[in-house]
């Protein structure tokens, strides 16, 4: 069999890790692309973890360009292209110059590979998936936002980081936009199989999902110019990586609902299915009324920046 082709969209902070993590997973063969003015960058990056490679044994083949036509039939695409925010800023600030780029990448991407499986990262999450969809014309499965993943890793930190067990036994869920209207999913959170609501009190659970909600900025406020890059690389790669080996993982991600939740027509933070059919199935459970009304209020917040997409 071929090896499976990986082009990683955009290759700063966010696109140098991800290759750096399919190259150490042996996911498949990666090109880094970027805007011909980053070119040397990627070149270099790509050069240089391909000199990484010798020590694990890593049979991977690692290049860097600007050309689109390097990047015909791919398998999988992970997009970062566009800015990240900067101290003060919102998610929703990135959207005019991001959108421009989304869709440019989105009319590249559907010429050059229109079976792909498509992985988007870039902010505002939840429209630019959206503008992706709409541009490509992609079927619904195989596009899909990487947010939820890693809010929900971020939840099971925080978590792990309040009791002092291993965060490789908490569990949790975090659903809706990625914003500060995310929906963190105490109830079903547990440590272990115990519900972490009966191991932390309720005022200080409430700190931890705020804490939660807020946690991307915590991080662009301590850089003071850019935002996280470690943890949103890792989210993304056990996503491709779902998809590539057929894991049939259960991730919160940003996939398209059509009646799931009672959400139509909108990309946001579910438990999804990631197979090799791409985004396989929506696993849909009962909310509480609370919850209810938190994620229609997340989904307001969703309709809000798509409308401002004009798509
Ligand atoms: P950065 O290090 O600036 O990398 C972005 C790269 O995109 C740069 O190298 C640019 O040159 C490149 N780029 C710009 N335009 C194009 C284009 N048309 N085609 C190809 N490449 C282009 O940013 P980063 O890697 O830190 O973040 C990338 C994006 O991810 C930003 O929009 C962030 O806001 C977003 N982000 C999302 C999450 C989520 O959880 C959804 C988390 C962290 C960052």
Redesign the pocket.
Known sequence: MARIKIAL????????NLALLAAQKELGDIII???P??EG??KGKALDLMQLRPHDGYDTNIIGT?NWDDLKNTDVFII??????KPGMN?ED?LEI?LG?MK??ATNIKQQAPNAFVI????P?DA?VYAFYKVSRFPKNKVV???GA??STRFRTFIAMETGYSVQDVTCMVLGG?GDTMVPISRLATIGGVPVTDLISPNRLKEIENRTRVA?GEIVKLFGN????YA?AQ?AIEMAEAFIRDKKRVIPCASLCEGEFGINGYFIGVPSVIGSGGVENILEFSLTDKEKSELNHTLEAVKKTVAETGL
Do not use: E, Y
Request: proline share 4%; net charge neutral.
């Open positions: 969209i955009g290759g700063g902070q966010i696109g140098g692309f970027d805007i003015k980053a960058m990627v600007s970062t292209a566009g800015i990240p925010r998610r990135l991001n780029i440019d990448v988007v990262i870039s902010n999450l630019m936002g990487m947010a890693l809010d990625h991307g850019g935002s996280a890059f949103p989210s």
